[in-house]
Structures are given as structure tokens and as C-alpha cells.
């Protein structure tokens, strides 16, 4: 892990190299850090990339944390930002910048091991996202990150990086674009050429711009399909979504879905009510039982979740909701106590927001929990069945399900909108794009093959549905 520690109170910075040592020999892993008493030399040596991690002081002399938090973001919009202050009150403008985390001084150590250690196992999970290149310089792995655009001349595939790297490797464009396609960020620009949508700067009718200074060609044929495509995702920014490889986009096919368990019907009201106001869907619980039955039927972006219910406690039922689901949980709680969000931390929360923390500073957190997760979903697991999308495999029962690309394809873009039907005009699109539609002879051989292969594998369930004269749905196993 590699860490950037700013602040112009040497005490302090004294006070977080012992607890970053204390970290490494508890941990036995190595951190690397640096050290910098003001903001000023901070973005001197700053190239972006080069941190995991970076705690800035809020309030410092010159250039102020909530400053250098800007210009880092411009350079480096993956990094994970933690301010640290000692006042609350710059906590929901740190938030609005994509801040991480928000510590209060002097740190407490056992809150900023928990941190550590949440952001060291989202890195080993972040490192299985990308492709892995046999270059002519080694084997190598390119972030989908940092991938701004690819070509490909004469049977070599370019791969051009956001640091100015170029790898070459001795392949097709065809064995990395089915990968490449299934992230929503990615778009085929020709036949030769696969861009990065969040590192476009404007379009032309024959090119697109990239911000690395370079011109990619857009074929007659999809200048189209190209233009509606970057449309949509600068819309997207615009309503507060966040942009794959710079911020993921939110939700592209609707508001956000949120499950809200607490058993007190005053508290419910007041966050729904918050959730609602901010666009969300809420579907209520009071209970463990209700929310694991609900977990298993719906696709959920959070779970939010009172430590305090009737049957078991938030901690056990959040361990039974993570053997479900990867959706992030957060615990919403009127315990303050250090050890129990702690606690927390060690059941499989990803944070842990207590009752009194405002309404604008409580959406300001979620907001980011969901962004962040869906910038680092690698994995859609709806109970027994689970989708590698890093891998492009299905297991079911941790057994491996042989599917065609096309139905792989498929079940994961049903899969993402649970529930929906989707039309065989609107599948045909999702997949062959702008190929011209054959009547739905396509969709109906390759959606029979998958269904019986999923009905094959487990008989106890149908995860994909036919409705008479509408069209799809994919359906998760029930509890």
C-alpha cells in the first residue's frame, strides 16, 4: 500500500508515522509513505498514480487541503482521499469531492487499522481489475482504469495508458473486446479502435478526441451510435452519476435501489424520506429475516442496516447478507461506541454512519459507498448463482457453468437489471448493436440455449423467465 500523509502539525504526522508502523508490524505488510508539511510541496511532487492513499490535513497554511484535494483529483481520480480535522464541520464538502473517509484528530488507532484494512483488501480485490497482457515487455496488467484507448495495426494490439505507456502485444482486437464491451464505459469506435468513454474530450463526425492529445477514427457507420453513446454519458455526469475510469456512472437504467432495515418506523421515515428525496428507491425491512428474503429476490446498490433488530443483530445478519451478495452494507446505527464500529467494520460493513449525523452529511456517504463499490464490482452474486465479470464465467454452487459468450453476455446484462423485461428488440441491441434486426431469431436460439443450461444446472429455480408477448426477465433464487 502506498501512502501520502499532508499536514503542517509535525505532532501530528509524529502521531501517524508510529501508527502506520504499529500497522505494518501487526499486519506484517509493507506500506510505503510520504511525508509533507504543506500542500504546496505536496502537488509539487504529485505526478498522479503514484498513491493508494492519501491523508490530507483540511485546514493548512497556503494551499488547503480541501485545494489540494482538487487539483489531486484532476491528476489522479482513483486515488482514495481521507481528510482528517479536528472539527466535523468540513466533513460534507469533503464528501461532495469524493472524499473516502473523514477522521477526526487525534486518530484513534483501532478505527485507522479498520480503514487500512478495508482499503488493503479493496485494493487486492481492485487488482483483479483489468487485463492481463503478455507484452513484449513481460507479462504486464493494464487497470481498465488507466486504459484510454486501443488499437490495433497489422495483428498487434496497442494499448495506450493515462501515464503516456504504450503496451504492444501480438494478438487481435477481437480476443480482449468481448471483455472490454461488457464494462459500460467502453465503446467500438471501428474496427480497429476501442475507446475509453471517461477520457473523451469531443467528437468530431470523423474522430474522437481524446484527452491524451490523440485522434481516434470513428467509422462511417457508427458515427451514430458513437455520438448517442457519449451523449448519454455526459448526461449521466451531469445528474451527479460518476464516470468509469474517472467516476462510474451511477445507474444507467434507473434510480438507485436501497434496502433500509431498522425496526423503528420514526427512523425509517426520516432516512427513506432522505433516500427518496435524493431519487432512491427504498424497500423496508425491520428485521433480519425480511431483509435476507428480500436480498435474495431483488438486486439491491446498498443495504443499510440497524445494528439494534429483532432475531439476530445487524452484525450476524450483515455476515449472512455478504454469503448473498456483494452489494455494499452500510450500518446505520444510535450505538457510537469505537468497538462497535469496530465491529462493524469486522461483519462485512463497509461503513458505519450513526444516527446523528445529518441528513446532507448521511447522503453524502452513501453516495460515495455506492460509487465506489460500483467502481470496483468485479463480481454479481445472487445467491447460489454468481457472475465473474473479470473472468467472464458463471458458477453455480461454486460449479463452473459453460456458457457461449453471447450468453454470457446476456445473463449479465439481465442480471444487472433484475426484475425488468427486456424486450427481444431491446436484447438484440444490448448485444449486436447496430446490426440490422433479423425478426428475433437470434435472441430466441440464444436465449434457449441459456435458459436450458441454467435450468440444467439448478432445477430448483428459473433464473431467466419468458413473458407471453413481452419479452425476458431475470429472476434471483428466492430465499
Known amino acids: 500500500m502506498r501512502i501520502a500523509v499532508c499536514d503542517d502539525d509535525e505532532w501530528e504526522i509524529s502521531r501517524t508515522k508510529e501508527l502506520i508502523t504499529a500497522y505494518q508490524m501487526s499486519r506484517e505488510v509493507p506500506v510505503e509513505c510520504q511525508y509533507f508539511t504543506n500542500g504546496t510541496d505536496f502537488l509539487c511532487e504529485l505526478r498522479g498514480g503514484e498513491y493508494d492513499l492519501v491523508l490530507l490535513d483540511v485546514l493548512m497554511p497556503g494551499v488547503s487541503g480541501i485545494q489540494a484535494a482538487q487539483e489531486l483529483k484532476e491528476l489522479d481520480r482513483n486515488v482514495r482521499l481521507v481528510f482528517v480535522s479536528t472539527s466535523p464541520e468540513f466533513a460534507v464538502e469533503s464528501y461532495s469531492l469524493g472524499a473516502y473517509y473523514y477522521l477526526l484528530k487525534p486518530i484513534d488507532a483501532d478505527s485507522f487499522f479498520a480503514l487500512l484494512d478495508r482499503i488493503r483488501g479493496e485494493l487486492s480485490a481492485q487488482a483483479e481489475q483489468g487485463l492481463i497482457l503478455k507484452s513484449r515487455e513481460g507479462i504486464v496488467r493494464v487497470s481498465f482504469a488507466q486504459l484510454v484507448y486501443v488499437e490495433v495495426i497489422n495483428k498487434t494490439v496497442f494499448f495506450y495508458l493515462s501515464d503516456g505507456i504504450v503496451h504492444e502485444v501480438s494478438a487481435t482486437l477481437a480476443d480482449f473486446e468481448g471483455e472490454l464491451l461488457l464494462r459500460p464505459e467502453f465503446l467500438k469506435t471501428h474496427r480497429s479502435y476501442l475507446v475509453n468513454l471517461s477520457y473523451v474530450q469531443a467528437i468530431d463526425i470523423n474522430c474522437v478526441m481524446m484527452k491524451n492529445g490523440h485522434n481516434v477514427p470513428v467509422s462511417r457507420k457508427r458515427r451514430g451510435q458513437v455520438q448517442d453513446a457519449y451523449v448519454q454519458f455526459l448526461h449521466q455526469a451531469e445528474r451527479g452519476g460518476v464516470v468509469p475510469a474517472a467516476d462510474r456512472p451511477e445507474r444507467p437504467d434507473g434510480p438507485w435501489q436501497i434496502l433500509l432495515v431498522d425496526d423503528n418506523p420514526a427512523d425509517c421515515t426520516v432516512w427513506a424520506d432522505v433516500l427518496r428525496g435524493h431519487g432512491c428507491i427504498v424497500q423496508l425491512a425491520d428485521n433480519g429475516e425480511d431483509a435476507l428474503r428480500l436480498a435474495t429476490g431483488s438486486s439491491y446498490d446498498c443495504v443499510l442496516l440497524d445494528v439494534m433488530i429483532p432475531g439476530e443483530d445487524g452484525f450476524s445478519v450483515c455476515e449472512r447478507l ?38 446532507e452529511l448521511f447522503w453524502a456517504k452513501v453516495e460515495t459507498r455506492i460509487r ?108
Open 322 to 359: 455478504r454469503e448473498l451478495m456483494d452489494t455494499p452494507i452500510i450500518f446505520l446505527s444510535c450505538l457510537t461506541e469505537p468497538d462497535k464500529q469496530v465491529e462493524g467494520f469486522a461483519a462485512g460493513g463497509i461503513d458505519y454512519i450513526t444516527k446523528d449525523t445529518p441528513a
Open 372 to 479: 465506489l463499490a460500483k467502481s470496483e464490482r468485479t463480481q454479481l452474486r445472487f445467491g447460489s448463482l454468481l457472475l465473474d465479470l473479470a473472468k467472464r464465467k458463471v458458477l453455480i454452487d461454486e460449479t463452473e457453468l459453460a456458457l457461449a459468450p453471447v450468453e454470457f453476455d446476456i445473463l449479465c446484462r439481465l442480471s444487472e437489471r433484475a426484475g425488468h423485461i427486456f424486450t427481444p428488440e431491446e436484447i438484440y441491441g444490448m448485444i449486436w448493436g447496430s446490426q440490422p434486426w433479423d425478426g428475433g431469431q437470434l435472441v430466441q436460439m440464444h436465449m434457449s440455449r441459456l435458459r436450458r443450461k441454467l435450468e440444467k444446472a439448478w432445477e430448483g429455480h428459473r433464473f431467466i423467465e419468458a413473458v407471453w408477448g413481452q419479452g425476458y426477465r431475470f429472476v434471483p433464487a428466492k430465499y
